[in-house]
């Protein structure tokens, strides 16, 4: 992406000062062609266009990362890179476990090893096949006054990292733009932590890898964690060796909470109650809705056996639910549902829909909505394997625990 001198421009005084005054303009595309030619009065046209290209990846990169501003990223790498919020919490458990020495593998511009370098008394190794993203990451730990060693390595040859007790590995998911679904096609991929040594590993996956692919290693102790942040799943994380456990667990990076499998049954079925409640994804797809239940320590049941909704006779005040009120419920038929709506003189609704099979814009369209509005929210989904709508008030404003 940047050339040698390029990248030499961007990490020197002068270049350092172009970004900032970049900083202070607009760089929306429309500008394009004002700024480069601006920039062009001093610069040659390469160093003009790495200059424009880096300013506007530090703007995308602010929502990763909170020194984004003087950092340093090609597009591909910035996409791959952990954000903070989530590199900080997976680096909580290797700060746990006091481990003295830490390798990053895969470590691209050190989304990673920014978090790690910041444990106390530990001494961090940031290793990747790619030269330029070495010297991107460097640069991002001194943008954050931190240090690691880094190392230019295939880790597909001999690990040179002797007496390092843990390591966290980040295989690229993505080739040339295009998503790689399964963990035998990562780059490089997940069988070669099979012959390393060390004796914590944890390894990061997609949200949505298949839990058939890693049964050998969950057969083996590893544990599988989901992480959300902000609402939204964001990756998944095989813990293995000192750091593994048995079954999957749920966490909220942004709030630093976790729920770890007790093995507590699901819920108990039942018609929608007053309140409709959505857990948090990372909840859902780690299947620990006994555990949530447990948590929140209100009686929760389930729509179905088949769909993570649940239903409550009271609002459950935790940031690990979305609650809406539940006004009415029927099972769905496009006619009663109109007339539900009308009597209730709901023009405009947002659909929400699992395990139903129409997409909300059907529904809008059938039902013969005016558009969307945060209102009044039907519910397209599963009542006890039946087709059903709920409608429901406004959200619940969302509260922490
Ligand atoms: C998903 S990215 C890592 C992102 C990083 N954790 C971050 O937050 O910035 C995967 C990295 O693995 C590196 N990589 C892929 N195959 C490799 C190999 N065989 N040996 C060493 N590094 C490799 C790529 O160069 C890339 O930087």
């Not at 001198?5 to 202070?24: I, K, M, N, Y």
């Not at 944890?202 to 609402?231: C, H, I, M, N, Q």
């Not at 990756?235 to 709030?255: H, K, M, P, V």
């Not at 003189?345 to 558009?371: F, H, M, N, Q, V």
Request: aromatic residues 8%; proline residues 8%.
């Amino acid at each position: 992406m940047f050339s040698a001198p390029s990248l030499d421009f961007l990490l020197s005084p002068a270049g350092e000062a172009v970004l900032a005054w970049l900083r202070t303009q607009d760089l929306s595309d429309a500008q394009t062609l004002p700024l480069l030619a601006q920039l062009r009065r001093d610069l040659p046209p390469d160093l003009a266009g790495a200059a424009l290209t880096l300013a506007r990846l530090r703007q995308r990169a602010s929502g990763k990362f909170s020194q984004a501003e003087a950092m340093f990223f090609t597009p591909d790498a910035l996409e791959q890179a952990s954000s903070e919020v989530v590199a900080t919490w997976r680096a909580r458990r290797f700060a746990e476990g006091g481990y003295a020495r830490i390798a990053d593998l895969g470590c691209g511009i050190g989304g990673d090893t920014l978090a790690l370098a910041a444990i106390p008394g530990a001494t961090v190794i940031g290793l990747d096949r790619d030269p330029l993203r070495l010297r991107l990451a460097r640069a991002n730990l001194h943008v954050y006054g931190r240090f690691a060693h880094f190392v230019c390595a295939d880790l597909r040859d001999s690990l040179p990292l002797a007496d390092v007790p843990a390591a966290f590995f980040d295989p690229a998911r993505r080739d040339e733009g295009r998503r790689i679904f399964s963990v035998h096609d990562y780059v490089p991929p997940l069988d070669i932590i099979r012959g390393w040594p060390f004796a914590a590993l944890a390894v990061k996956l997609s949200p949505g890898v298949s839990l058939d692919e890693l049964r050998p290693y969950l057969a083996t102790g590893a544990g599988l964690e989901f992480v959300s942040a902000g609402g939204e799943l964001k990756e998944a994380i095989l813990w293995s060796g000192e750091l593994g456990f048995a079954g999957r667990r749920a966490s909220r990076a942004d709030t630093g909470e976790s729920l770890p499998p007790t093995g507590a049954p699901p819920p108990p079925l039942s018609a929608p109650r007053a309140w409709l409640l959505e857990p948090d994804p990372a909840v859902i797809r780690a299947g620990l809705l006994g555990e949530l239940a447990e948590r929140l320590g209100v009686p929760l049941y389930r729509l179905d056996e088949t769909i993570a909704y649940l239903t409550a006779d009271v609002p459950v005040p935790s940031g690990w639910v979305r609650a809406w009120p539940v006004l009415d419920w029927l099972p769905f038929n496009v006619g009663r549902l109109r007339q539900a709506l009308r009597t209730r003189g709901i023009r405009r609704a947002t659909i929400k829909k699992r395990g139903s099979p129409l997409t909300p814009t059907e529904a809008l369209r059938l039902l013969k909505l005016d558009g969307e509005s945060d209102d009044t929210v039907i519910v397209l989904t599963q009542v006890e394997g039946q087709h059903s709508a709920l409608i429901c008030g406004r959200m619940l404003c969302m509260m922490k625990e």
